[in-house]
């Protein structure tokens, strides 16, 4: 839904170009390197209680590459041109070794373009019928999904080859990585980890390319796909480490949710896991490693809270397994610790619960309601604080709910919907009739209906909207706990009127969340961050960005997502909390304001299993000093 809003916002001002593009296959020649025999340790012993890698071995990782920026002193990974970058031989090898599966990336909007101008040359790319395919597609998420490595959210890859209907416009790479890996096997996993380990080459994990913070896609890179791993093995009675013994399913990495959930509501009986509730989302993924929240956190917790092992590969190439017994410190934390960290996740096995009837309600408030004027917009502001009023007490009686608010065409609140999961439309509604027999007596107009729903299932696929793929954005966010609502709603709200209208100049959307994982979960079972379990609203803030803008018009914007719209959010609240994957990635103190007092620990492990920093994401355990210098290319660590 998000995606969504921000195409009716770039509309607004015609941010949008209506062409797009498709990835070519007619790739130039690629070529491999050895992977060599590399020691695999055992992850399990017959009979024992732990399993755990006790050796992780460093001795075939290639040094950084010397470098000077801005007068200081960096160690970078090895690009294309340089010296150390791999040669042709070494490229077709990895191609071998992964079975024909490694290919030169090109952008998915290069079909529209007559050349792509890339790092080894220019590509003849135009094909009309695929650019009218790609143009109808661009905003399709789950086509952008299927491509090798895009990204949803477009922005990260600084828009040099977006789709055009003038061909004769240049297309170029921008800040995608430079070959892809479409894995179907965890060998091929190995090789492209053991490759870039090697030859020191950045590395992107890609599953689906649901990525706000550019996590996704990186200069340069070397890019594993692992949105094939699509497989999914139900468990009556879990039987492995640890005391549960209830349900749970084995997922590849690539599942996503609406399709678990689709497979799930197929057994007899039907049963749900804890999904996102954006339907395309990979669940194994970025997604379980930054905590995972969606409709059914309120009841069960965070995605991560419920899972019960993980099948990986490490940045040193061994095949592992992390559980309760097992690597438990890994297990840990891959729960909630930060993506693209410890680990790349082949498959995860976590907890099922029975599907039950659900009731949903749509809650609407706007200018059809208050009209345009100043008194419509202090109506509307009104029913804003009136509604985020009941917040706390909307998360206190198991309930979720979706919002999406934003003044740049008129005020304008939708909650769609809000979640009674295991309640009758009659229950949900006596939730919720204090709040509207408040907005009732405040003379506040709204339209309201409400439904009740056989499962969760047939809720979710009635009431939650697919996302619309690529827009240019920047997001940021914070968390609003009890004690802020019990005690600072007006404070909230004022801060929202400047996160939602910034600058005059600047278009916002705020995307809320009320949840708690606390209420169903009272102590974590993961790394997130301990404030969590009394949380009762997540915001995420999206200033648009023009896909023409200049570097130093996207500064200017981050600075006003940080610094006007986030800061304020900050200054109304007191949870010291916001979302790893939905959150300004530049902020200060962001360790301590994503996982509070389990950061130590997390930079300890992390310290463990990747020292040598295999794996980078941007704002995560342990990266403090890695930067991406020259304008947002090459990843290097200061010295």
Same mark, same amino acid.
């Given at each position: 839904?998000? &995606?969504?809003?921000?195409?009716?916002?770039?509309?607004?001002?015609?941010?949008?170009?209506?062409?797009?593009?498709?990835?070519?296959?007619?790739?130039?020649?690629?070529?491999?390197? *050895?992977?060599?025999?590399?020691?695999?340790?055992?992850?399990?012993?017959?009979?024992? &209680?732990?399993?755990?890698?006790?050796?992780?071995?460093?001795?075939?990782?290639?040094?950084?590459?010397?470098?000077?920026?801005?007068?200081?002193?960096?160690?970078?990974?090895?690009?294309?041109?340089?010296?150390?970058?791999?040669?042709?031989?070494?490229?077709?090898?990895?191609?071998?070794?992964?079975?024909?599966?490694?290919?030169?990336?090109?952008?998915?909007?290069?079909?529209?373009?007559?050349?792509?101008?890339?790092?080894?040359?220019?590509?003849?790319?135009?094909?009309?019928?695929?650019?009218?395919?790609?143009?109808?597609?661009?905003?399709?998420?789950?086509?952008?999904?299927?491509?090798?490595?895009?990204?949803?959210?477009?922005?990260?890859?600084?828009?040099?080859?977006?789709?055009?209907?003038?061909?004769?416009?240049?297309?170029?790479?921008?800040?995608?990585?430079?070959?892809?890996?479409?894995?179907?096997?965890?060998?091929?996993?190995?090789?492209?980890?053991?490759?870039?380990?090697?030859?020191?080459?950045?590395?992107?994990?890609?599953?689906?390319?649901?990525?706000?913070?550019?996590?996704?896609?990186?200069?340069?890179?070397?890019?594993?796909?692992?949105?094939?791993?699509?497989?999914?093995?139900?468990?009556?009675?879990?039987?492995?480490?640890?005391?549960?013994?209830?349900?749970?399913?084995?997922?590849?990495?690539?599942?996503?949710?609406?399709?678990?959930?689709?497979?799930?509501?197929?057994?007899?009986?039907?049963?749900?896991?804890?999904?996102?509730?954006?339907?395309?989302?990979?669940?194994?993924?970025?997604?379980?490693?930054?905590?995972?929240?969606?409709?059914?956190?309120?009841?069960?917790?965070? /995605?991560?809270?419920?899972?019960?092992?993980? *099948?990986?590969?490490?940045?040193?190439?061994?095949?592992?397994?992390?559980?309760?017994?097992?690597?438990?410190?890994?297990?840990?934390?891959?729960?909630?610790?930060?993506?693209?960290?410890?680990?790349?996740?082949?498959?995860?096995?976590?907890?099922?619960?029975?599907?039950?009837?659900?009731?949903?309600?749509?809650?609407?408030?706007?200018?059809?309601?208050?009209?345009?004027?100043?008194?419509?917009?202090?109506?509307?502001?009104?029913?804003?604080?009136?509604?985020?009023?009941? /917040?706390?007490?909307?998360?206190?009686?198991?309930?979720?709910?979706?919002?999406?608010?934003?003044?740049?065409?008129?005020?304008?609140?939708?909650?769609?919907?809000?979640?009674?999961?295991?309640?009758?439309?009659?229950?949900?509604?006596?939730?919720?009739?204090?709040?509207?027999?408040?907005?009732?007596?405040?003379?506040?107009?709204?339209?309201?209906?409400?439904?009740?729903?056989?499962?969760?299932?047939?809720?979710?696929?009635?009431?939650?909207?697919?996302?619309?793929?690529?827009? /240019?954005?920047?997001?940021?966010?914070?968390?609003? *706990?009890?004690?802020?609502?019990?005690?600072?709603?007006?404070?909230?709200?004022?801060?929202?009127?400047?996160?939602?209208?910034?600058?005059?100049?600047?278009?916002?959307?705020?995307?809320?969340?009320?949840?708690?994982?606390?209420?169903?979960?009272?102590?974590?079972?993961?790394?997130?961050?301990?404030?969590?379990?009394?949380?009762?609203?997540?915001?995420?803030?999206?200033?648009?960005?023009?896909?023409?803008?200049?570097?130093?018009?996207?500064?200017?914007?981050?600075?006003?997502?940080?610094?006007?719209?986030?800061?304020?959010?900050?200054?109304?609240?007191?949870?010291?909390?916001?979302?790893?994957?939905?959150?300004?990635?530049?902020?200060?103190?962001?360790? *301590?304001?994503?996982?509070?007092?389990?950061?130590?620990?997390?930079?300890?492990?992390?310290?463990?299993?990747?020292?040598?920093?295999?794996?980078?994401?941007?704002?995560?355990?342990?990266?403090?000093?890695?930067?991406?210098?020259?304008?947002?290319?090459?990843?290097?660590?200061?010295?």
């Amino acid at each position: 839904m998000l &995606s969504r809003v921000l195409l009716q916002a770039a509309a607004v001002v015609g941010l949008l170009q209506t062409a797009s593009g498709l990835i070519l296959r007619d790739d130039p020649v690629l070529e491999e390197v *050895d992977s060599g025999d590399y020691e695999v340790i055992e992850s399990s012993r017959p009979g024992g &209680s732990s399993g755990s890698l006790t050796k992780l071995d460093w001795k075939d990782v290639k040094a950084l590459v010397p470098t000077t920026w801005n007068g200081k002193k960096y160690g970078c990974k090895c690009y294309p041109g340089e010296s150390c970058w791999p040669n042709a031989s070494k490229w077709s090898q990895l191609n071998s070794t992964v079975g024909g599966r490694l290919s030169v990336h090109i952008p998915p909007g290069a079909v529209c373009h007559n050349t792509f101008q890339g790092p080894f040359g220019t590509v003849n790319t135009y094909n009309e019928a695929k650019c009218a395919e790609a143009t109808a597609q661009w905003g399709n998420e789950t086509w952008t999904v299927e491509q090798p490595a895009a990204s949803l959210w477009t922005y990260w890859t600084n828009e040099t080859c977006r789709p055009t209907e003038d061909r004769t416009q240049p297309c170029t790479l921008g800040y995608y990585g430079v070959y892809v890996i479409k894995a179907t096997t965890r060998e091929h996993i190995k090789a492209g980890i053991d490759f870039a380990r090697k030859n020191n080459i950045r590395l992107i994990v890609r599953n689906t390319g649901h990525d706000f913070e550019g996590r996704s896609t990186g200069f340069g890179a070397l890019v594993i796909n692992t949105h094939s791993f699509q497989s999914v093995e139900w468990i009556n009675n879990y039987s492995g480490p640890g005391s549960y013994n209830l349900g749970a399913v084995k997922i590849g990495a690539g599942v996503q949710g609406r399709s678990i959930l689709t497979q799930g509501h197929a057994r007899n009986p039907p049963v749900v896991m804890v999904t996102g509730e954006c339907p395309t989302v990979g669940v194994a993924g970025g997604f379980i490693q930054g905590g995972g929240h969606g409709p059914w956190t309120t009841l069960k917790g965070f /995605s991560a809270d419920n899972v019960l092992s993980f *099948d990986v590969v490490t940045a040193s190439g061994v095949f592992t397994t992390a559980n309760a017994h097992t690597n438990p410190d890994l297990f840990h934390a891959l729960k909630g610790g930060g993506p693209a960290s410890y680990a790349v996740i082949l498959s995860m096995t976590v907890k099922t619960f029975p599907d039950v009837v659900s009731s949903g309600a749509e809650l609407y408030l706007n200018t059809t309601h208050v009209g345009w004027g100043p008194d419509g917009v202090d109506t509307y502001w009104q029913g804003v604080t009136t509604f985020h009023k009941w /917040s706390n007490h909307i998360v206190d009686s198991g309930l979720y709910a979706y919002f999406e608010m934003y003044t740049f065409a008129g005020p304008m609140l939708r909650v769609r919907p809000f979640v009674g999961i295991g309640k009758t439309a009659a229950q949900l509604d006596a939730v919720l009739r204090p709040m509207l027999d408040e907005m009732d007596a405040l003379n506040i107009p709204y339209d309201f209906s409400i439904k009740q729903f056989p499962t969760f299932y047939d809720l979710y696929i009635d009431l939650f909207e697919d996302e619309t793929s690529g827009q /240019s954005a920047l997001a940021g966010g914070w968390m609003f *706990d009890h004690t802020d609502v019990a005690e600072r709603n007006d404070a909230i709200i004022d801060a929202l009127k400047i996160a939602v209208a910034p600058r005059p100049d600047v278009l916002a959307l705020l995307i809320g969340h009320l949840f708690n994982p606390g209420y169903g979960m009272p102590v974590s079972n993961s790394a997130t961050h301990p404030a969590w379990r009394n949380a009762t609203n997540f915001i995420i803030t999206t200033p648009i960005v023009p896909v023409d803008a200049s570097l130093a018009y996207k500064a200017d914007l981050q600075n006003v997502l940080t610094n006007t719209m986030d800061e304020a959010l900050r200054q109304a609240s007191t949870s010291g909390c916001t979302y790893v994957n939905e959150a300004d990635p530049y902020q200060a103190n962001w360790g *301590d304001r994503f996982w509070g007092a389990e950061y130590p620990g997390l930079k300890t492990v992390r310290k463990k299993w990747d020292p040598k920093g295999v794996f980078y994401a941007i704002a995560t355990p342990g990266t403090e000093d890695w930067e991406v210098i020259e304008y947002g290319t090459r990843l290097c660590k200061a010295v």
